[in-house]
């Protein structure tokens, strides 16, 4: 800032040379506590908010140079910070400003720390740090100057930069003294005002005043004893009394007074932040924890190879350098590193500090599972299941699949190592479960479609539409024409930065784009129960289209097709993976065929480069993100087998939606997948059957009611492929997240009994309720994520969908007239949680009840976790959450009709859980190297009608320990157990992202009784740290992700998971098979 270049207010001026004392290779410093644990160089304001005096670094409220100012921030708005709370301060942050340049609490201050210690580069480095600046007086809208990180030369004299823009870092043209930091590599400026990157203010390079930016600049020297020492002819020690003028012309010019050019800390690259870098501005106590962090990651190499990336406020990970070669501005690293922080405020007012600092070793990132990971499995040949995951840094996926092994001493286990890699095949490389190197698949030989708008084509830029081509032309971040992008697309390397053609669209580390909430969908041979003469129990007179027995034939004629793996993947595509099955059997990980929609085409090049996958800047964006579902259906005088899914919150230019008042359209998908051996792209006009946009839905004759695409929202949930009572088959699917209306509702796809997708039409069946009956009176737009179809009468015709929405009401749609203008959602919903979101399927099944007919349960969980985006952190629905298991007793009008009957009650009054009888859980005590466990009570039910019951029930309530704790996967059941998973959030001190470490999920793998929602009668789980424990075990801390997956094995059940890591869990269970008789009505192909 222009008012902190006043010479008697010079930064920081380390005098006398100060030996290192050693060379540490791995620090965690995390800054929060009494003293530091490694030697730094404390100067000027720098201090530990939580400090009690011992260590390198000192206590802020013994500090001298803080002597009668008010010491504000911090975790409750004044300092001292209690231990474990604190933080490494740099400058105060009082907006109380008592006058010019002399007596004010905050202005013109400065604080740094250089480390007195080294650290040996021979491996390179990775290291992170996170910073906030927050309080102040908003000096000019922006506060004050900034803050910096510096790596310097460890062999050279710990030594600071000059004042105002140069923020301790570079030399400045400016201020006095105008010293740059000796032996200075690489600075990055956490920059406010914006002279940082300015070559008025400091050096002779930047692009001018940029504030709020990340700026990066090199290696630099320009100071007194630097020139002194290697242009000693042009600065003599009798010229020492203009050192500082001396300095700052070979700062302005880049050279010394003989014409010699310099390394002078050049401008290397900036990015500019999506939100205000500061907060708070003219708060009297100013918090900490309300502060916007910014947490850094570096990592170079050796060979000085940088990448750089910078998460705000919790929010992806936007790049600022991506494994760049930077030798040839910035020479090679030095052997050792030296670190230091450093800011200043000038004439403004901010508080600066640093929460953590981690290095290590250069190393690769670990994996995350994906979000919503259901390892779906096959059963021919023994088990195999299907685990994918991600790797955040370089946002490449990863889909495995992992047998089970059993040891000698009878064992059973998942195998070691994985059958086969589907990244690595595709990609190319070393590849586990195969013996040497794999070659990469050729781009022109992939089988990729696409939808042109108004048919499938190959994904060949001659096939495309104009303007297709048009949205893959050059962008702002590359000039890469569209027909290289297209090759790019399909896998071409040479024109990725560093490629062979020295490209400039986005280096990948790998093909497969990240999957996060796609889970792996299995499809084999066709097995569904539909071989046996269609009759409609409700509709009698009502008669099939297909032939009796074609089923039976169609089965036949493909009991040998090509098992395959279908997911989608954020790098535009949903891929398909043989894995297993066919003559002969392929079970290889091989990709057969994949599929970029077409509103992903529009956007994959978004003119935001953080949004754009080819860009080098690209940070992250979904595209095909939801998972798909499959099933056979007759149509056209042959049975087909479709894949039918959407894209979740994916395909936007401008990123992820991560809110309920943003109005948004969707689309879904349909592929002919009958037959993998005819996966061509000459094939393309047949496989690809349709796109549904929101725009198409509102076409004439398209849909039941007028704009209907304005119901249709971001379709994250599976569709489903059923039968219904017209005589035609369907395709289910809730309306999403943040449709343009904004209420919650079904949409039934009628599929046309000759033409298929061709004629296909909608129904739309709204439930009524949107922003203005938000029970939370906060006018958000409601959704319907999943849905369940249910045949009650068990002729595979489906009677009714039950579905939750993201208000917490359950509905249940009647499906069981032949005409579907007949069809209707009931008026008022089944159940209503008073505004906790339902994002999970529920589960439908009937249970036995004594001397009574059997009751239809409706089970399902309540939480809600909102996308990450370049601005904020991952976020999740508040409250009270649980595991539901409800009576759906409006069956009166079912049982006048049905041949089936079902216990029931008069009337339609919404259910709440004042309703249902609550079950607790409770923590069970463990050796400390077992996982945790818990309890769960075993309360009886008293069923409403039942005369006996003085509180009578119509449900139950699992009541989940905390606040935050929910279910974001869907349940499954084994025998009549219920078995699922909770998601619990990191705790609030790890979730505000004041730390250099990760905040991970955890949570409970968990199994009740589906009649009561208690306890079985034996431990589910084996659990042997507990000993002899007469509590049974209903959870256990496995810290797993999606739905299990069951099977038997010698006589023995097995439950197969992933846990949040991203690794493959099999656990023992005893589902007590005989203790209940429940039956599940909305079936589900076991795979």
């Known amino acids: ?586 079970n290889d990980g091989v990709e057969i065929l994949a599929y970029m929609p077409s509103p992903v085409v529009d956007v994959v090049r978004a003119r935001d480069a953080r949004y754009d996958l080819t860009s080098p800047s690209y940070a992250h964006n979904l595209f095909v993100d939801a998972t798909a579902g499959s099933g056979d259906l007759y149509y056209g005088g042959a049975w087909h087998t479709w894949l039918v899914g959407g894209l979740g919150g994916g395909a936007r230019a401008d990123g992820p939606i991560a809110d309920d008042t943003t109005a948004a359209g969707g689309m879904i998908y349909a592929l002919d997948i009958t037959d993998p051996a005819a996966f061509r792209e000459a094939g393309a006009g047949t496989l690809a059957l349709g796109e549904w946009s929101s725009a198409r839905l509102n076409g004439t004759g398209m849909c039941n009611v007028a704009n209907c695409g304005a119901h249709l929202g971001m379709v994250h949930g599976k569709p489903l492929i059923r039968r219904l009572h017209n005589g035609k088959w369907a395709v289910l699917f809730g309306n999403g997240y943040n449709s343009a209306h904004g209420s919650a509702g079904l949409f039934v796809m009628i599929v046309d009994p000759a033409r298929g997708a061709s004629g296909a039409t909608f129904r739309y069946l709204d439930t009524g309720h949107g922003p203005a009956q938000d029970p939370l009176k906060q006018q958000r737009r409601n959704g319907i994520v999943e849905v369940t179809a249910a045949d009650l009468d068990e002729d595979h015709i489906t009677d009714y969908v039950y579905a939750g929405d993201l208000f917490g009401n359950v509905w249940r749609f009647d499906l069981t007239d032949t005409d579907p203008a007949k069809w209707r959602v009931r008026a008022a919903p089944h159940y209503a949680t008073g505004g906790l979101p339902i994002t999970t399927a529920v589960l439908v099944s009937t249970m036995p009840a004594r001397n009574e007919k059997p009751r239809v349960m409706m089970s399902f969980g309540t939480g809600r976790r909102y996308e990450q985006t370049t601005y904020a952190s991952y976020e999740y629905a508040r409250g009270r959450h649980g595991m539901h298991g409800v009576w759906d007793a409006d069956l009166d009008a079912w049982n006048a009709r049905a041949m089936f009957h079902y216990a029931s009650l008069p009337g339609t009054r919404t259910v709440t859980a004042a309703d249902l009888q609550v079950q607790t859980v409770e923590r069970l005590s463990a050796a400390a190297d077992g996982p945790a466990a818990r309890a769960v009570s075993t309360e009886q039910v008293c069923w409403q009608g039942d005369a006996k019951c003085r509180t009578p029930r119509t449900g139950w309530r699992l009541q989940l320990p905390g606040d935050d704790e929910q279910v974001l996967h869907d349940s499954t059941m084994i025998g009549g157990m219920l078995l699922f998973n909770t998601t619990i959030p990191p705790a609030p001190a790890a979730a505000n992202v004041l730390s250099c470490a990760k905040a991970e999920n955890s949570g409970y793998s968990m199994a009740v009784r589906l009649d009561t929602g208690g306890a079985s009668a034996r431990s589910f789980f084996d659990v042997p740290e507990l000993g002899n424990t007469t509590v049974p075990v209903s959870g256990v801390g496995l810290d797993a992700t999606g739905t299990p997956t069951t099977f038997t094995l010698n006589g023995k059940t097995f439950m197969v998971q992933q846990t949040e890591k991203g690794v493959g869990k099999l656990s023992q269970i005893n589902p007590d098979l005989g203790e209940q008789k429940s039956r599940r009505v909305n079936w589900a192909r076991l795979r």
């Open 1 to 586: 800032m222009r008012n902190s270049i006043m010479t008697c207010l010079a930064l920081l001026v380390w005098t006398g040379a100060i030996r290192a004392e050693e060379s540490i290779q791995f620090i965690d410093d995390d800054l929060t506590g009494g003293a530091s644990r490694y030697d730094w160089i404390a100067l000027d304001g720098a201090c530990l908010t939580a400090g009690n005096g011992s260590g390198s670094i000192p206590a802020c409220h013994t500090l001298p140079y803080y002597r009668g100012k008010v010491l504000v921030g911090g975790k409750t708005g004044r300092l001292p910070d209690a231990a474990g709370s604190g933080a490494l301060r740099l400058t105060n942050g009082d907006y109380q400003r008592q006058g010019w340049g002399t007596g004010n609490n905050a202005d013109f201050q400065r604080g740094a720390v250089v480390s007195k210690f080294t650290f040996p580069n021979h491996e390179g480095i990775e290291l992170s740090f996170s910073t906030v600046t927050y309080g102040g007086d908003g000096y000019e809208g922006r506060g004050a100057d900034g803050l910096s990180f510096f790596l310097a030369d460890g062999a050279r004299t710990p030594s600071i930069g000059s004042a105002g823009g140069a923020l301790g870092y570079s030399c400045s043209n400016v201020q006095t003294p105008p010293d740059g930091v000796e032996g200075g590599y690489l600075g990055i400026g956490i920059d406010e005002y914006g002279n940082f990157s300015n070559a008025a203010d400091g050096t002779n390079s930047g692009p001018g005043h940029s504030p709020n930016h990340i700026v990066v600049r090199g290696a630099g020297d320009t100071n007194w004893d630097g020139l002194k020492r290697d242009f000693g002819q042009s600065y003599l020690a009798s010229a020492a009394g203009f050192r500082n003028w001396m300095v700052r012309q070979a700062c302005r010019r880049g050279l010394t007074q003989a014409g010699q050019p310099l390394r002078n800390y050049a401008f290397l690259r900036s990015s500019r932040l999506p939100g205000p870098m500061a907060n708070q501005h003219g708060v009297n106590q100013p918090t900490r924890g309300k502060a916007l962090p910014i947490t850094y990651a570096m990592r170079l190499t050796q060979h000085g190879r940088l990448s750089l990336h910078y998460s705000y406020n919790g929010g992806v990970a936007t790049p600022v350098f991506e494994d760049v070669d930077i030798v040839k501005e910035n020479g090679v690293p030095p052997a050792t590193l030296r670190f230091g922080f450093a800011a200043s405020t000038g004439a403004g007012s901010n508080v600066h500090e640093i929460t953590c600092f981690k290095a290590k070793p250069a190393s690769r990132a670990d994996t995350s599972a994906a979000v919503g990971q259901d390892p779906a499995r096959r059963t021919d040949g023994g088990p195999q299941f299907y685990f994918s995951a991600f790797n955040e840094r370089y946002w490449t996926g990863k889909l495995t699949a992992v047998g089970v092994a059993t040891r000698q001493d009878g064992r059973v286990e998942l195998e070691s190592r994985p059958r086969w890699d589907a990244a690595c095949r595709l990609t190319g490389g070393t590849c586990d479960g195969v013996t040497g190197s794999v070659a990469a698949i050729a781009p022109e030989q992939r089988t990729i479609l696409t939808w042109d708008g108004t048919r499938g084509v190959p994904w060949r830029w001659q096939s495309l539409s104009a303007a297709q081509r048009a949205s893959l032309g050059p962008t702002a971040s590359s000039p890469a024409t569209g027909e290289r992008v297209l090759d790019y697309l399909r896998g071409a390397r040479q024109d990725e930065v560093g490629g062979a053609q020295g490209g400039t669209l986005r280096r990948r580390q790998g093909l497969l784009g990240d999957i996060s909430h796609s889970s792996p969908t299995w499809v084999g041979a066709p097995d569904l129960p539909y071989d046996r003469p269609w009759r409609d129990r409700l509709h009698p007179a009502q008669r099939a289209a297909e032939p009796d027995g074609s089923y039976a034939a169609f089965s036949a004629r493909n009991a040998l097709r090509q098992h395959v793996v279908y997911v989608g993947a954020n790098d535009g595509m949903m891929h398909g993976f043989r894995a297993g099955g066919g003559q002969p059997i392929q």
